[in-house]
């Protein structure tokens, strides 16, 4: 299955399903793709200790996409398994944001 099955559009804003690795030796947002959990991996240099790792990984993504971190909500802040809400990113945007990280399993257009 492609990542792209862990994007999910609630019409101008997206969902993305994370498994996060907090406590890495190097931070890699995004650092993969697990087909088993149909979840895209993240891995943060930041420890689970305090929201610092939930910090980190709102503070890398909204550098993925361009965003302010205030439009990067997080659900499951105590769980390795995320979900975040990208706030006026459509699933489109966000499958090329992160096609340069995980590759290109579609046939989408990402030139604009």
């Known amino acids: 299955m492609p990542y792209e099955n862990a994007i999910k559009s609630t019409g101008n804003d997206t969902i993305i399903d994370l ?7 190097s931070t890699e ?3 993969g793709y697990d087909v088993w ?3 895209i991996r993240a891995r943060l240099t930041a420890k689970a200790i305090g929201g610092k ?3 980190q990984l709102i503070d890398e993504l909204s550098g993925v996409f361009g965003i302010n971190q205030s439009l990067v909500r997080l659900s499951g802040e105590t769980s390795t398994k995320k979900s975040v809400k990208l706030i006026g990113i459509t699933r489109e945007d966000a499958i090329c944001a992160l096609r340069p990280f995980l590759g290109n399993d579609t ?4 030139t604009k």
Do not use: I, Q
């Open 37 to 39: 959990r149909n979840r």
């Open 29 to 31: 947002v995004p650092s």
């Open 53 to 55: 790792a939930n910090r």
């Open 107 to 110: 046939a989408d257009d990402c």
């Open 19 to 25: 498994d996060v690795t907090p406590g890495s030796k």
